[in-house]
Structure formats: C-alpha cells, structure tokens
C-alpha cells in the first residue's frame, strides 16, 4: 500500500458516509452537508490518482479540483439561500414527501 | 483583425450569450435586456447558419482547439449534425421564449434585473454543452445551466414553487458529483479527458465509470427512475421557463448519454443498450399513465416530458441509422411541440389565475383563440399524428424497429402512442367542450392574450409542423458525423 | 520525516477525517454538524498537503472550510428556531438500515474500485504529463497555474459563470421577500469591541498577503483562485465589524468588479480569436501579461461573490460617517 492508496480508501468511506447522510438526514442543510462530502471525497481520489507517480504530481486533478471548489461553494450558497427563503415561507426545512397538488 | 469562419463561430455561439448576460448585470433596464437578447439571437443565428453551411458542404464536423493547444492537453470544440440539431433547436426555443417572455415577466411580476442574465447565461451552457468535446468541460457547463435554471423556476417565488426548485437542486446537485466520479475514474485510467480521443475498452473498472456518468445525467435529465423532480420544477415555473426546460434543459443531458455511448465508449454498449432501452420504455409508459391521471394541465404536460423522453433511449437497443434519424428528429420535433405546448398553456393560466382542468371546459374561444390553435397543433406532433415533426419521428423509429425485426419495440411505440393520443385528448376535450358557456367569452370582458405571447406558443407549433415538409434536407445536415456504430448497420 | 513516521501520520489523519465525517452526519444536533464540517474542511487541508497539492490546500482552507463554513453559520442563524423539531427515529428504523445497505455498498464499490485503479499504473502519457512537457511554453513556471489559466482557461472561464450565478440565483430567491427582514449581522454594539480593532490592523496586512498570493501563483503554490478567498475573507470580516454594511441594491462599480474577471478573460480571448483565429492562445511575448492580468480581475471576482453571498444582500456599503459611534 501507498499513501495514495490510503488516502482513495478514505475517500471511500467519506463517500460512503455521506451518501448515507444524503438519504437519511432530512433537513435541507444536512443534505447540502452531505453533498458537500460527496464531492470532496471525489476531489480526494482524483488528487490521489495525481500522487501515483511518486515522481511528478500530474497538475491537471489539481487544476480540476480547484474548479470544482468553486463551483462546490457557488452551489451550496445558492442552495443555503433557497433553504432560507424556504424556511422564512413556510417554517419547513425539510421537503415533504408529500406529491406537488 | 480576420472575419470569423465556422471554426471561430464555434466559439462565439457560446460567448456572445455569455457577454450579453455579462452585459446585463451591468444594465439591468428592461430595453436594455430585450436588445442584448436579440442581439444574441441574431449574432448566434449568423454563426449558427455559417457552421451549417461548413458541415453541408465539408460533410465532416467542425472543431476548435482552444488554446491552440490539441487533445488531450487542451479543450476542443466540436460540432456535428447531432450538435447542430440540437444548436439550431436551442435557437429557435430561446427566440420564441424570449419573445414571450417579453410579455410574460411584466404582468406576472418578474423582476427583470435578476430574470435577463439567468436567461441568457442559460442560453450559454446549452450552447457550450452542444459544442463540448470535454468531459470535465461538460460538469462545469452543466453546473451553469443547473445554476441558472434552478433560480429561474423559484424567480416568481410561491411555497410549491420554492419546494419544485429545491428538490430539482438537489438531485441536480448529486447527479453531477456521481458524472464527475465517473469522470474521475475514467481520467485515473486514461489520462485524459476529450471524448473523441479516448479509446475505452471494456474492462470492470471503465464498465463502472460509464455506469456512473450515466447514472448522473439521468439524474439531470429526469429519465425514470430519477424524474420525481421533473413534473413539480416543470409546472411550478414561470411558463417560458418550463419551457426552455422541458425542451432544452433536460435535453441537454439526454444529448451527452447518446454522445459518449456512441462515440466515447461505444465497445462498453453491448448489454447497456438493453438496460438504457428498458429504462426508456418504463419511463415511455410510466410517464404517459401519469400524465393521463394528472388534474392540473402543466402537470400533464410534464409528465409528458418524462415519457417523450424515453423515446431518445430507443435508439440504443434499435442501432441503426434510420433509428438514429428518428431520435434526432424526436429530439427537435418533441423540443419545438412541448415549448409551444408551456408556451400555450402559460397563455391559458394568464387569463384564469390557475390550471386546474377542472376550471377550464370550454375556454377555447374569443381571447384564447389562437393560443388554442398552438396548443392543438403541438398537440398533434406530440402524440405522433400527420403532418408533423412528431409523425416523421416516430414513423422513422417503428421502421427501424420493423426492419430490425423487433416487433417488442414496435409494439412498444404504437402503445405509446395511443397513451399519447389518450391524455392530449382528454386535455382538448376539456378545452374544446361546446357543453358550457365559455367563461372567457362573457360581454365586457377585456381579457386578452398579448399578442408577443400567443405568437410565439404558435410559432413554435408551426415550427413542429413544419418539420413534416422539411424533414428531408434536415435529416441530411443532422446526419453529417454519424456515429459507426448507428452508420455500420442497416439504413439506407 | 522518517518512512514509519509519516505513515503513522498519515494513518491518524485518515481515521480523522472518517470520524470527523461520520460526526457531521451522526450528530443530532446541526450547528455541530456545522462545526464538525469545518473542522473537516481543515483536516482534508492537511490531507491535500499531504498528498502534495498545496495549492488545494490553500484553497480548500480558505473556501472548502472558511467560507463555505461561514455561509453555513449564516443560514443557521436563520433557521436556528427548528433546532428542538427532533426527528422520528422509531419508524424510520427500517428506512434506516435499507440506508445504511446503500451506503455501504456505494463505498464497498467505491473502495474496490479505488483500489484496482491505483493499482493501474498511471498512463503513459496524457493530459498530466504533456502539461508538464509544455510548460515553458504557457509564461508561467506553476504546472497548475498553467492548467488553470492556459491549457484549460476555458474551464476556469466558465466557472467565473457559475460564481455569477450563484450571486443571482440567491438574490432571485432572497429579494423577492416582501418584508424587510433583520440584518442577520446586526452591527450594534460590536463597535469599538477588541474584534473590530484587531480586524483594522489585520486588514492591510491580509490585502497584502492577498496580492502576495496572486503574485506568487506564476511560480509556486497560489494564484487568484486563493487570492480572491483570502480577500473574501477580509470581506466575511469586514461585514462581521460593521465596516461594510449591506445595501438594498448593487452599485455600479460593485456590479463591475462582480463580472470583471469574465469581462477581462473573455475579452484576451476574443481579441486572440479575432487576430490569430484561436481562442485565448496567447502571443508568446505576451503570455506572461496577459496572465497576470486575467488573474487580477479573476481575483476580485472571486473575492466579491462570495462575500456578497455571505452578505446576503444584493450590494454592500460602507457606513455613512455619523453612524460610527
């Protein structure tokens, strides 16, 4: 085993633990928790795959990674945001599972 | 300073949207994004007629390297028939969307300022996914469109809306980190990322990753079993909103799966193409019975998104290129009928304040007149019937099927169809009903449909009509670039 | 470091980052889901340092933990009243272990997965290794700058978009509001407090460490994207303080800087295309510039967003003079 190796088995258990998160936890904010952790576990195993070739680390994952960063905190603002306004409307934090009338 | 060819418009058609919405965060008038918006129609009409004309006359696709740096270093653009097809649908549903927009944001309160860049940044993805040659490119552009529709359908605000948008979030949300392990699997194997120079073979681990990335844009194009976001974000949203995303937004990830299955992994299609099949025809049935139970007309017409986009997974199983000339003209003929069908029904909800079809016998006259004339003709080309875009469609696929020999999906089509027939009839009978007096019609009344929003549901629907008479040269330039594995078999 | 050492290190910091991530799920309670996500963020900072991507580590502290942190507080000052709401957990009991399967089989796969493919040995040649190959070409000496801002700015490019939208997607779903709503960081008496003076000293001293950060980005770990969240984070505390207050309406100037960076990149690569025919190749003389100046605008355009989303306002202003107390 090799670090890199170590640290994929990592971001198989953080991934594992928030898919759970992601279906077991109702409130909305859990949900974008547990998203959150999804992808930084796939942010993990592609910085991971980067480090296989002890002698140079690939840049490309990196670069890949720092975008998704970015795009990660866009969209979990943006979800915080419709969450808030869910919440001030009708005192739900949660979807109900309800069917749409 | 050189005047653009194909191979820069191909750049173009992607910035010229994404500057004007640029544009309109620094002037947030109403004129101003009217003009930035025909401005963009325009502009990327140009560009969309000289890519045309280089694929008609080339016959080979046409690329940009940007960066000037080639695969697999750098990003490439890439248009085919596929691409165009889906390009030229964008345009005329942005248009005809725009243009009904143009009435509809004021009288239903939608603040403009916040409306015009989400639009057209929208307009941007769809363009830059139908160009896209990259996988890592496609997440990026995917998170815009998903970034841009999402608020789009909350913009008008209301409880069910806000609910609609949140849960469309979410599961957009976890259908691109699922596509981008995919992604990420496939680049820790190959070491690259342009979905043209991949040569993937079937082996366990590439068998998982396209799983994966699959997986992930069903989730974003709401193919059954992941459409439960679909009918609640697709009704709930202000009506030229539903309809670019019934007809363009949800496309665009369907566009990818048939993408990459037949030209990135092509070998790994074997028993895929029975699985992505099957998933097509239980969303076909599933979505056409719920869509005849629904009470609320936009709700149907949702449900209907779910089941016409079954179709486009047919061509997988069929594999060929008569199969591949029907899901290409489904694609466009379904976008140009379901955009004019929201278009018609937003008209509908103008007037009565809701779309219950309970509250609707008999309102096809006076205001409703022409709106009703869109509605019918959309109609039409979404259950399949002469002369229509929808006809040619599903008349190429059953004869695919039929010279294939396979009488399960012929048989599949025709009941479809008839389920189609079945809940569009119930909504006309609802509105043509000559039992009641037309609540619309009452003396005094000056209720009326302006005339940018009744024009454009109805030229979208002659648009779908249209397509019957057009089909032939269409088909040429949307074949241009066919994949092998739909050329290598039987077809003219 | 000594072989053994670092493994152990290593072996503790993964088992970290599993308990830390089993917390914010499992924790019944959701501002410490919160800040069990926080420290989570900082802990896969020191694992991306680990596994030697700096320049992830820099971001993911700054964005992935500080300011992604920071909005998940300001939602929860929100919606603190539905704390005590505490979920059902007797009916759920089966719902549960049908979850708990799907997790477990998603990381099994995950894992046996991760594990043939690091065992694959790493292409031959790829996007990874010609990026390195082609390096002298691009004007900067940074493999990841070089990505970034050369052999995939259409990527980053786009991303800016994402940033934008994000700003308008929240401002579509808080502005519509009809009634006014409390500043969630109200600034009353919070002036003159030990926090407000310390911020005045830190303040310069963070631009500074910002434009160091840009500047740096050509050579070694930095660069705009770690720039622009450094500065969001003076921005997070200037709003905290008071010294920057939010406005009803964004100005001119704001709504610029807010799409500057798509402005200037798109622009460099509009006017490459209009002369050479290729989008954003640069001209070998003016690679070096040209970057340089895309990365500033990029910088401000990332700084801005973010601390209007966590503003949550659709603009921001500095207090009129007779109001500092």
Partial sequence: MTPPVLYALCAAAIFGIAVYGLLSRPHLVRRLLALNMMGVAVFLLLVAFARRDPEVTDPVPHAMVLTGIVIAVSATAFGLALVRRLYRDTGRTGLSESRDP | MSVPGPSQWLVLIVFVPLLAAVAAVLWPGRGAGRWLTVLTGLLTGGGLLSLSARLLDA????????????????????????????LWLTWVVMSAASWHADAYNPAHGIDEALFRPLWLACWCALNAVFVSGDLFNVYVVLEISTLAAVPLVAIAGGRAALTAALRYLLFALLGALVYLLGVALVYGRHGRLDMHGLEITPEPAMLLAAGLVTAGLMAKAALVPMHVWLPPAHSRAPAPVSAILSALVVKAAVYLLLRLWTWTWPELINGAAWVLGGLGAVAMIHGSVLALLQVRLKRVVAYS?????????????????????????????????????????????????????????????????????????????LMGLPPSGGFLAKWLLLQAALEAGAWGWAALLLIAGLLAAAYLFRVLAILLARDTPDPLAAPGSDRHVPTAMAWSALTLALGSAVLAFAGEPLLRLFSIGSPDIMTGSTGP | MTEAFSWVFDGLLVIALVIVAARVVFTPVLFKAIVMFIVFGLLMAIAWGRLDAPHVALAEAAIGAGITGALLLAAYSDLVSVRRRRPHLRPRVRVLRRHAFFAASAALAFAALALVLLQVPAPESGAGTLAVANLDATGVAEGVTAVLLDFRAYDTLLEMAVLLLAVYGARAVLVTDSEPRPDPWPTEGRHGSMVAALVGVLAPLIVVTAGYLLWVGAYGPGGAFQAGAVLAALGVLLRLTGRLEPAAASSWPQRLVLVAGLIVFSLVGLATLFAGGTFLDYPEAWAYPLVLLIEIALTVSIALPLILLFSGSPGLATPAPEDRR
């Fill in chain 2, 59 to 86: 016959g080979e696709p046409v690329t940009h390297a940007l960066g000037g740096w080639p695969t697999p270093l750098g990003i490439a653009l890439y248009a085919d028939g596929l691409s165009l097809a889906m």
């Fill in chain 2, 305 to 381: 998104t779910v089941a016409q986009l079954g179709y486009l997974l047919l061509v997988f199983p069929l594999a060929s290129l008569l199969a591949w000339q029907g899901v290409v003209m489904h694609a466009v003929s379904h976008g140009l009928a379901k955009a004019g069908f929201f278009l018609a029904a937003g008209n509908i909800m103008h007037l009565l304040g809701h779309d219950r079809l309970q509250g609707m016998r008999g309102i096809s006259g006076g205001p409703l007149a022409l709106t009703m004339f869109a509605l019918a003709l959309s109609a039409v080309s």
